[in-house]
């Protein structure tokens, strides 16, 4: 925890995390990372997607993406390559 965080707490769901992240301690972003939290766009909770691909296939593991009861369109703002071959997109969820 940064030595500049003025207060500690616990949440039991993502979504208690966020709200109280946002309202108690006015947190203005927060970073979700893992396949199964990417279901927080069905709460909408997310405002801005960062997808990062490594140039490796892999034949099995968990989806980044579970079913979503809708579609959500995202619109690109920046890709990022580097030297190593990853390449980096970021997305906002358009309105």
Do not use: C, N, W
């Not at 709460?43 to 968990?62: F, K, S, Y």
């Not at 690109?76 to 980096?88: E, I, P």
Request: glycine share 10%; aromatic share 8%; net charge positive.
């Amino acid at each position: 925890m940064p030595s500049q965080a003025a207060s500690v707490f616990i949440a039991t769901t993502l979504d208690g995390f966020v709200a109280r992240a946002k309202g108690d301690v006015g947190v203005r972003h927060v970073y979700v990372d893992g396949g199964i939290t990417i279901q927080r766009f069905q709460a909408d909770l997310v405002q801005r997607l960062i997808i990062t691909r490594i140039p490796e296939l892999i034949g099995a593991g968990i989806p980044l993406f579970g079913a979503l009861q809708r579609d959500i369109a995202l619109r690109r703002v920046a890709t990022r390559q580097y030297a190593s071959g990853l390449v980096q997109s970021e997305y906002v969820v358009a309105a």
